[in-house]
């Protein structure tokens, strides 16, 4: 079992791991590919595809604050003029 987490600051990725941990899932998925907009609004989800050095700044945060195995769930860019994952 997984949980997922979306969020825009590496103060809330962080805490939200920890929280997560407590339940002790098989792995945590951040999920940077959601495109619904109160999630995007918020710089969470498929915003952060918009600044990929924010991307890689959640990453490391969210793994320093885990024991558990942390995926990455994304899109290719946030549109067509904006590809930046291959």
């Known amino acids: 079992m997984g949980i997922q987490i979306f969020v825009g600051d590496e103060e809330a990725i962080a805490l939200s791991a920890g ?3 407590t339940v002790q899932p098989d792995l945590l998925d ?3 590919g ?3 907009k ?3 609004s ?4 498929a915003a952060v595809l918009k600044d990929i050095d924010m991307m890689s700044r959640l990453t490391a945060a969210c793994v320093k604050s885990t024991n558990l195995p942390v995926t990455v769930k994304t899109r290719l860019g946030w549109d067509y003029d904006c590809i930046n994952i291959m």
């Open 38 to 40: 109160k999630v995007v």
């Open 42 to 45: 918020k710089g969470a989800g």
């Open 34 to 36: 959601c495109p619904v």
């Open 30 to 32: 951040i999920n940077f």
């Open 19 to 21: 929280i997560v941990d």
